[in-house]
């Protein structure tokens, strides 16, 4: 099967044929036809998160992407929810479980046995990858491989997060929540969902082509990062919780800024170690009420919610690049630039 395959931390993905997986009891083989590209991949390729790191190189991963939606092309022993021909995704969390006191307590995506898709097995930059039988998604027919693959962690990602506005904070709707990377694969989706969900949404970017980007979305009121803390603060005003998708900490100290009293931080973007920690001391935190909640992912029943959203016209994937696997560290090089907006997707 033709495969992108990483040979080099940071360096160009190498397109190699490698030998067709099989799938092991639970497990299914998926030919895949569309693959989102995540920030995460970005971040997995530089090698910049050390834990994920070490395990790609004990386990001799190789292939990225964690977005891959297709057809099962075979099924292996013990498997009962899906036939050979069923359209599935293939997102982040490709095992857990399920007994651990993580996964009993709704929270699988902390399973001390959890396999992430790219990191513990290969992933979906390539014609074929394997899932668990648990960790696959049915895909309606209603959705189109190309819109499927970005909902599959970026869209998935975006609804835990605004969910736990609810579910964690108690935040009752039309109140104000600022959403900083607005325009990006995961941002443009949480506008739209908390949007969905009866909030006020304050959409927050850098430049004016993505804050025009924000207010097609339908943001409430998009906003220049690059106006400074100062210039934001006197025009966001009441903003009582902040879900920060921009992958840098930058980003967090403007959240933590604008917050007010009390407010709640959603922490999603993974900055790379070397920017440093959270820019908040305990006594800040206490002044302002503010409590940081982290939104690692989303559940799989979270899945299921955020297809009604799409199937109601609430949600729709943004794909700013379109383009054959061939092409792969072309797309790399202008998700690290900033040079679409929106979801990339991958033809393999």
Request: one cysteine or more; a neutral charge; hydrophobic letters at 45%.
């Amino acid at each position: 099967m033709k495969a992108a395959c990483l040979r080099g931390w940071a360096a160009p993905l190498v397109l190699e044929e490698l030998a067709r997986p099989r799938p092991g009891p639970g497990e299914l083989l998926v030919r895949i036809r569309a693959t989102g590209v995540c920030r995460t991949d970005l971040h997995l390729w530089k090698g910049h998160w050390p834990g994920a790191k070490r395990d790609m190189e004990r386990l001799g991963v190789r292939v990225l992407g964690h977005e891959g939606v297709g057809e099962v092309e075979e099924v292996g022993l013990g498997v009962r929810r899906f036939s050979e021909g069923d359209r599935v995704g293939i997102g982040w969390m490709n095992h857990w479980c399920g007994l651990c006191y993580a996964c009993s307590s709704g929270a699988p995506q902390w399973c001390e046995e959890l396999r992430e898709t790219s990191v513990h097995l290969n992933g979906t930059y390539a014609e074929y990858a394997i899932v668990s039988e648990r960790g696959a998604r049915a895909i309606p027919a209603f959705l189109s491989y190309e819109q499927a693959a970005g909902l599959l962690c970026g869209g998935l990602t975006a609804y835990g997060a605004v969910r736990k506005l609810v579910t964690d904070v108690g935040l009752p709707p039309g109140r104000k929540v600022a959403v900083l990377g607005a325009a990006g694969g995961l941002g443009h989706y949480a506008v739209q969902i908390a949007k969905a969900f009866g909030y006020a949404v304050l959409g927050i970017e850098k430049g004016a082509a993505r804050v025009r980007f924000v207010e097609e979305l339908g943001a409430d009121v998009a906003l220049d990062a690059e106006e400074g803390v100062g210039a934001l603060r006197a025009k966001a005003k009441d903003v009582h919780a902040a879900l920060v998708l921009a992958p840098t900490i930058e980003a967090y100290g403007l959240a933590l800024r604008l917050l007010s009293p009390p407010g709640a931080l959603i922490a999603v973007g993974s900055p790379a170690e070397e920017q440093g920690p959270l820019p908040a001391s305990p006594d800040f935190l206490l002044a302002k009420g503010i409590r940081v909640l982290p939104s690692l992912v989303g559940l799989p029943h979270e899945f299921e919610e955020l297809l009604a959203l799409y199937e109601q016209g609430k949600v729709r994937s943004h794909i700013g690049r379109l383009a054959p696997l061939e092409e792969v560290n072309r797309v790399l090089q202008e998700l690290q630039g900033g040079r679409y907006l929106g979801r990339a997707v991958l033809k393999p």
